[in-house]
C-alpha cells in the first residue's frame, strides 16, 4: 500500500508539474514565488486530496480554477482552450506512455523499472507536444486573425472534448486496464484529431471571412481616396476661378487707395481660406508619392477619419515609397493601430495634432508616426505596450500590444517608441529583405 | 560662432542678416555672420576649405541644389552643425528634415511679423548647443545602430537591455523611449561597470535601480519599470 501512495504522489507532482509547465510556456507567463504558492495550496493540493473520493472528476476542479486563473492573468478567452489542449495533449501522453512501458516491460516484471520509464516517457512526451503545439498556435496567431466568436467556439469546444474525454476514462475497466487505456487512447485520438479539424477549419473560415472583409475595406478606402482627389480637382477649379474674382477685388482696393481695406480683406479673407484648404490637399499631394495602394487607401481613410474629429493630419511622403517587404494584410493592420492611436490620443486635446512620415534612410524605409497628447496625463513608454493599456477607458489599449506582437513575428521590422513631451513618437523600421 | 545664411530672395536675406547682425552686436558673445548669398554654389565653395556652426537655409533655392540637397552636403561634411531650415508653411516636412538632416528647427516665413523672434529663439538655442559641444565630451556615450540609423547614447540614460523572446531582436529602455535593434546581450555587458547581466534576458544599469524583490526576484528601476533577475545571478547585485 506504502508503495502504491508513493507511486500515486510521484505521479501527480509530476503530472501537476507537466500540466503547469504545459500553460506556462504555452502562454509564455512569469509566476511570482506568492503565485505558484497560491496555485499550489488552492487548486493542486485540493485535487490531490479529493481525488481519492471522487476520482478523476477532481481533476475537472484542478482544471476549471486553472482555467480561470490563467484567463485572470492574461483576459485573452482563447487562453482557457490552451489549457484544455494542454489537458488532452497530457493524457494522451499519459495514455501512450502507459501503453509503450506496458509493451517494453510488461514481460520484466520490474516495477521500479516500469514507473521510471513511464515517468520518463511521460515527461518526453509532454515536452515534444508542448514544443509542437506552441509552435503551431504561434503560427496560426501571426498569420491569422482570431476574433471573439472564433474563440468562443474554440473554448467550447475544447471544455466540451474534455468532458467527454472524462467520461470515457471513468469507464475504464481496472480489471482490464491495459486493453482499456488502449481503446481510451485510440479514441481520443479519433476525437482530437476530428477537434483539431473542426478547430481548424472554424479558424480558417473565419480568417477567409476576415480577408473578405479587409479586401472590401481597402476598396472602400481606395474609393475614397479617389473621391478626395476628384474634390481637390474641383477645388483647384474652384480656386482659379475665384483668382480672377479675388484679383479683381484686390484692384478695387488699390484702385480707390483703400490701404486698411486691402489689408483686412488679404488677411481675413485670403490667407485664411488659403491655410484651410491647404492642410489636406497637401496631405493628399504627398500620397501621391506613396506607391502602395492599398496603403495609400488606408492613409486617406484615416486623414478623412482625422478631419472629422477636427485633428489637423500632416503628411510627408518627400520620395517615392514602392515597395514595403511585409505581408499587405500585416501593413495596413500596424499602420491602421498606429494612426488610430495617434488619431485618438490627439483628440479633444489643445492643439493636438498628428503627423505621418515615410522617409528612406538609405536602404530602410522608416515611418514616423508622432501625435501630442493630453499633457495631464502622465505616460510612460514601458505602459503603453500592456495589454489593455489606454489613457481613454476600458478596452481600448488593445491595439499597441497587438503591434508589438506583430513586429516582434516579423524579423526585418523594429519598432522604437519615444516621448519627448509634448510629442509621443513611433519609429517603424522596415528592412528589405 | 560662425553663421551662414542662404536665401534666393535678396531682401529676405538681407532682413534675416540684419537681425542677427544686431543681435550680434547687443550681446557680443562671438557670433559672426562669414557668408550671407542668394547662392548655394559659393556656399558649397566655402564648405570647400572651412565650415560654420550655425546654417540658416532656404528650402526653394531657385536653384538646381535645393535646400535639402544643400543640407545633406553640410552633413556630410559636419555631423553636429546646427542647421535651420527657412520654409513656408507648404514646404514644411518637418519630420522628414529632423531624421534626414537632424535639422535643428525651423522657420515659417508666412508670417513676417512672428519671422523675428523666431529667428533669434532659434539662433540662441543654436548658441546653447555650440557652447555644449566643448562640455560634451566628459558624458560618455555609447553607439547604437538600428537599420539604417546611429544612436549616441548616454550611459546615464540607460535603464536595462532586454533580449526579446524567439528573435535576435534586442530592446534598449531609455528613460522615456524603447529603441529596438539585432544583437546579441553578449555584446553589451562589458561596456560599462554598472552595466550587469542579470538574467539570461537582461542586462540592468545597477545605478538605475530603486530596489530589489529578491524573494520575486524583480528588480524596480527609478523610473518604475521592472525587470528579472535570476536566482544564480542575484548573488552579484546583493553586494
Known amino acids: 500500500m506504502d508503495v502504491l501512495t508513493g507511486k500515486m504522489l510521484l505521479m501527480s507532482i509530476i503530472q501537476f508539474s507537466m500540466m503547469l509547465f504545459f500553460c506556462t510556456y504555452i502562454l509564455d507567463l512569469y509566476w511570482s514565488k506568492k503565485q505558484l504558492i497560491t496555485i499550489i495550496i488552492i487548486i493542486f493540493l485540493p485535487t490531490f486530496l479529493l481525488f481519492p473520493f471522487i476520482g478523476a472528476w477532481s481533476m475537472l476542479y484542478c482544471l476549471s480554477l486553472l482555467a480561470i486563473m490563467m484567463y485572470r492573468e492574461t483576459k485573452v478567452v482563447m487562453n482557457i482552450l490552451h489549457v484544455c489542449m494542454a489537458l488532452i495533449l497530457l493524457v494522451i501522453g499519459d495514455n501512450i506512455s502507459n501503453i509503450l512501458t506496458f509493451r517494453l516491460f510488461n514481460g520484466i516484471g520490474n516495477e521500479q523499472l516500469s514507473i521510471i520509464s513511464y515517468f520518463f516517457f511521460y515527461i518526453v512526451f509532454g515536452l515534444i507536444f508542448a514544443f509542437c503545439y506552441k509552435r503551431i498556435v504561434k503560427y496560426l496567431i501571426s498569420r491569422w486573425v482570431i476574433n471573439s466568436f472564433v474563440s468562443y467556439i474554440s473554448v467550447f469546444l475544447g471544455i466540451t472534448t474534455v468532458i467527454f474525454m472524462y467520461i470515457n476514462i471513468m469507464a475504464i475497466d481496472h480489471d482490464n486496464f491495459y486493453e482499456s487505456v488502449q481503446n481510451n487512447l485510440a479514441m481520443f485520438l479519433i476525437y482530437f484529431v476530428l477537434l483539431s479539424i473542426s478547430v481548424f477549419v472554424v479558424l480558417y473560415l473565419a480568417f477567409k471571412q476576415y480577408k473578405m472583409k479587409q479586401r472590401e475595406q481597402e476598396m472602400k478606402n481606395f474609393e475614397s481616396y479617389v473621391t478626395s482627389i476628384e474634390q481637390i480637382n474641383q477645388d483647384m477649379r474652384k480656386f482659379k476661378h475665384d483668382y480672377i474674382n479675388i484679383l479683381s477685388s484686390l484692384r478695387t482696393f488699390i484702385d480707390d487707395k483703400n490701404y486698411e481695406g486691402l489689408h483686412t480683406y488679404f488677411y481675413d479673407h485670403i490667407l485664411e481660406a488659403n491655410h484651410h484648404e491647404q492642410l489636406n490637399q497637401q496631405a493628399m499631394m504627398m500620397l501621391n508619392n506613396l506607391k502602395i495602394n492599398s496603403l495609400k487607401g488606408l492613409v486617406t481613410t484615416k486623414i478623412l477619419q482625422a478631419q472629422s474629429h477636427h485633428v489637423p493630419f500632416y503628411i510627408e511622403i518627400v520620395e517615392e515609397i514602392t515597395d514595403i517587404d511585409v505581408d499587405p494584410i500585416l501593413l495596413n493592420r500596424m499602420v491602421g493601430i498606429l494612426l488610430d492611436n495617434a488619431i485618438e490620443a490627439a483628440r479633444g486635446v489643445e492643439n493636438g495634432e498628428v503627423r505621418m512620415a515615410f522617409i528612406h534612410m538609405g536602404e530602410v524605409v522608416l515611418l514616423v508616426v508622432s501625435n501630442t497628447f493630453d499633457k495631464k496625463i502622465a505616460i510612460k513608454v514601458h505602459e503603453i505596450y500592456q495589454e489593455g493599456f489606454s489613457t481613454k477607458g476600458e478596452n481600448r489599449g488593445l491595439g499597441l500590444a497587438n503591434l508589438r506582437q506583430i513586429t516582434n513575428d516579423l524579423h526585418n521590422v523594429n519598432l522604437n517608441t519615444k516621448i519627448s513631451s509634448p510629442y509621443f513618437i513611433q519609429e517603424v523600421e522596415f528592412r528589405k529583405e | ?239
Not at chain 2, 557680443?28 to 547662392?39: E, F, Y
Not at chain 2, 548655394?40 to 550655425?54: G, I, S, T
Not at chain 2, 540637397?69 to 553640410?74: F, R
Not at chain 2, 524583490?213 to 544564480?232: G, H, M, P, Q, T
Open chain 2, 1 to 239: 560662432m560662425d553663421i551662414i545664411i542662404c536665401e534666393d530672395d535678396i531682401a529676405q536675406l538681407e532682413r534675416a542678416k540684419k537681425t542677427i547682425e544686431n543681435y550680434a552686436m547687443i550681446e557680443d558673445n562671438g557670433m559672426k555672420i562669414v557668408l550671407a548669398t542668394t547662392n548655394p554654389d559659393d556656399v558649397l565653395a566655402f564648405l570647400e576649405n572651412d565650415k560654420a556652426d550655425c546654417y540658416f537655409l532656404d528650402i526653394d533655392l531657385n536653384h538646381e541644389i535645393t535646400g535639402i540637397a544643400l543640407g545633406t552636403k553640410i552633413r556630410e561634411k559636419d555631423p553636429i552643425a546646427s542647421l535651420v531650415y527657412i520654409t513656408t508653411h507648404a514646404e514644411m516636412s518637418y519630420l522628414t528634415f529632423i531624421y534626414k538632416l537632424a535639422a535643428l528647427d525651423f522657420i515659417i516665413k508666412d508670417h513676417p511679423d512672428l519671422l523675428k523672434d523666431k529667428l533669434l529663439s532659434t539662433l540662441k538655442e543654436a548658441h546653447r548647443r555650440y557652447l555644449k559641444i566643448g562640455e560634451q565630451d566628459n558624458i560618455q556615450k555609447f553607439q547604437i545602430k538600428t537599420t539604417g540609423r546611429t544612436h549616441n547614447i548616454d550611459f546615464q540614460n540607460v535603464y536595462f537591455f532586454e533580449a526579446s523572446p524567439g528573435s535576435h531582436k534586442i530592446i534598449l529602455h531609455l528613460e522615456n523611449e524603447h529603441l529596438e535593434f539585432y544583437g546579441r546581450l553578449k555584446d553589451y555587458e562589458d561596456l560599462h561597470e554598472d552595466f550587469y547581466r542579470c538574467h539570461k534576458s537582461f542586462i540592468v544599469n545597477r545605478s538605475k535601480i530603486k530596489n530589489i524583490d529578491s524573494k520575486e526576484r524583480i528588480i524596480f528601476l527609478d523610473n518604475d519599470e521592472v525587470c528579472y533577475v535570476s536566482a544564480r545571478l542575484i548573488k552579484g547585485l546583493m553586494k
